[in-house]
């Protein structure tokens, strides 16, 4: 759908550039856009490369069983319904890891494979499963360690301090964690209560 509504908005705004005699502008602006993306991608990729092969080392030695394995108390009160052993943890556990590098592109992977995993064990298949919507919240405001991402499009930009974020980031995806964690709780109290 949002699709469709660039879409519109796009077209709308070469048709008002045609009739209004600055078509080159639309032009110009496409040639500049496309140098950019590319500027943009070639800065990011080297970082992004940097710490999903980070992240894949991590896997491949059993850093991230171990911090599985770490985190299998916490992950075990908040997915009360997910059987230990179960595959979807230790998803979780490389998305929650991911995240916390500010890696959005290498978690997705991760965020995939244990959605998939909760879906297998979904009584309901049409309907999301407590489990699945306290995953979604964590992966959405999950705590951001290293904005990895950010960082690089602040040395990309020519930031005087671009490590000036991380701090902030800290404490904003902290807050919006425990925030977004403990409205999920307590709507599932409730929920609970009414059936």
Known sequence: MVGY???????????????????????????????EALDLILNLLPVIVLWTGILKIAE????????AHLLRPLLKRLFPSVPEDNK????????????????GSAATPAGLKAMNELQKINPKKDTATPAMITFLILNTAGVTLIPTTILALRV??????????????????TISSIAGLTLDYFIRKRQDKWH
Do not use: H, R
């Open 5 to 35: 509504i660039w879409a519109f908005l796009i077209g709308i705004g070469i048709i008002y550039s045609f009739f209004s005699g600055n078509i080159g502008v639309v032009n110009e602006s496409i040639l500049a856009g496309v140098n």
């Open 60 to 67: 491949v030695s059993g850093l991230l069983d171990k911090f």
């Open 88 to 103: 979807a943890l230790g998803y979780i556990s490389s998305n929650i890891a991911a995240n916390m590098l500010g890696l």
């Open 156 to 173: 990309a930009y020519n930031s005087q301090n671009p490590g000036e974020i991380i701090m902030p980031a800290i404490i904003a995806t």
